[in-house]
C-alpha cells in the first residue's frame, strides 16, 4: 500500500513540477526583449510537454525494454531468455491466435456496423438521425469492465429447469434448446467470438461517428450524376460513396486494431483468460501478478509495442495524407 501512494505522490509531484516549469519559463521569456521572446518562446510551450512524454512514456519503454533482459526479480541478466521461453510457451502461442482472430473479426464487424447504421440514419428526418446515433454511441461512454459486467449477465447460465436469468440462454431454451455455459465453449472458438461482440459493440458507435461525417462530405453532385447515369443506390455506394471515404475507412480500422491488440479488460473480466480465450495483455498480467515472473511479462509488452509499432506508422500516414487532400 506503501508503494503505491508513494507512486501516485511520484506521479502528482511529477505533473505539478512540469507545469511549475511551464509557468516559471513562460515569466522568464516574457521578460526577454522581443525579438528573443519570439525566438524562445515555441519552445517553451513544446518543452514541458517533450519532458512529460520522456518522463511517463519514453523511461518507462526504455526500462521495460532493458528488464525483459533479465530474470524474474529483475536482477540476474539472462538475456534472450526470457523471449526464447515465450517462444516456446504453448500457452502464448494460443493467446497469440486468438489476438490474430480478433484483429481479424473485431476491426471489421466494427466498420461494416459503423458503416451500415452511418447510411442508414442519414436517410432518417435530422431528430430521428440524431436519437439513433446516439442510441449506436451511448456505450462508447461505458467503461471496458462495465460492459463486460454487462455482458456477463447476457451470457449467464443457469442449470436446466431453473429460470434462465442470462439473455441469451433465455432465448435458447425458448426455442427448446438447453442450458448452455457460452464462455466455456471453446470448439471452434465460440467463446472467444462471443467476447469479440462485447468489442464490437463498443467500438461501432466510434466508427459510426467518423464514417458519418465522411459520407456528409462527399460532394452532392458525384451521387446525382450517378443517379443520373442510372446507377443503383447500392452501385452508388460502392461505386461512388466507399471510394471517397475509403481513407476514412481506414484510419478506423487501424486505430480499432491498435486497440485490439492492447485489449485485456474483456477477457480478465468474463472469463480470466481460461477455455482458450487468453490474449497477449491478459498473458502478460498473468506473467506479472500470477507467476511473479518480471522479466517475461517485460518481454510481453515489448512484443505488443513492436506490433503495434507498425500499424502506428501506417495510422499516421493515412491522417497526414488525409490533409494534404
Do not use: C, H
Not at 151 to 174: C, H, P, S
Amino acid at each position: 500500500m506503501i508503494k503505491v501512494i508513494n507512486a501516485l505522490l511520484a506521479v502528482v509531484g511529477g505533473v505539478g513540477g512540469i507545469m511549475f516549469l511551464f509557468w516559471a519559463l513562460n515569466a522568464v521569456v516574457e521578460r526577454l526583449p522581443e525579438t528573443w521572446e519570439q525566438r524562445i518562446k515555441p519552445y517553451v510551450f513544446i518543452g514541458p510537454a517533450m519532458l512529460a512524454v520522456a518522463v511517463f512514456l519514453v523511461y518507462p519503454g526504455l526500462r521495460t525494454i532493458v528488464l525483459s533482459f533479465f530474470g524474474s526479480n529483475s536482477e540476474q541478466f539472462v538475456g534472450v531468455d526470457n523471449y526464447v521461453a515465450l517462444a516456446r510457451d504453448r500457452d502464448l502461442r494460443s493467446a497469440i491466435f486468438n489476438n490474430v482472430l480478433w484483429i481479424l473479426v473485431v476491426p471489421t464487424l466494427a466498420v461494416i456496423v459503423g458503416l451500415v447504421v452511418a447510411v442508414l440514419a442519414d436517410r432518417l428526418s435530422p431528430r430521428a438521425e440524431k436519437i439513433s446515433k446516439s442510441v449506436i454511441f451511448l456505450p462508447m461512454a461505458i467503461s471496458f469492465v462495465g460492459a463486460s459486467t454487462i455482458w456477463k449477465f447476457i451470457y449467464d447460465w443457469r442449470v436446466a429447469g431453473r429460470e434462465q436469468i442470462g439473455l441469451l440462454n433465455a432465448i435458447w431454451t425458448a426455442l427448446g434448446g438447453e442450458p448452455q455455459t457460452w464462455l466455456q465453449i471453446s470448439s471452434y472458438r465460440i467463446n472467444s467470438f462471443l467476447l469479440m461482440i462485447i468489442l464490437v459493440w463498443l467500438q461501432a458507435g466510434f466508427a459510426m461517428v467518423l464514417l458519418s461525417a465522411a459520407i456528409k462530405g462527399v460532394p452532392d453532385e458525384t451521387i446525382e450524376a450517378a443517379r443520373i447515369d442510372g446507377a443503383t443506390e447500392i452501385q452508388i455506394f460502392f461505386r461512388v460513396v466507399v471510394p471517397q471515404i475509403v481513407s476514412t475507412i481506414l484510419v478506423v480500422l487501424t486505430t480499432i486494431v491498435i486497440l485490439v491488440l492492447k485489449v485485456f479488460d474483456i477477457v480478465f473480466v468474463m472469463t480470466g483468460g481460461n477455455f482458450n480465450t487468453d490474449v497477449v495483455a491478459n498473458r502478460f498480467i498473468t506473467e506479472l501478478f500470477n507467476f511473479r515472473q518480471f522479466g517475461r511479462a517485460a518481454a510481453i509488452v515489448v512484443a505488443l509495442i513492436i506490433a503495434t509499432i507498425p500499424v502506428m506508422i501506417y495510422n499516421v500516414r493515412q491522417f497526414r495524407a488525409g490533409e494534404t487532400r
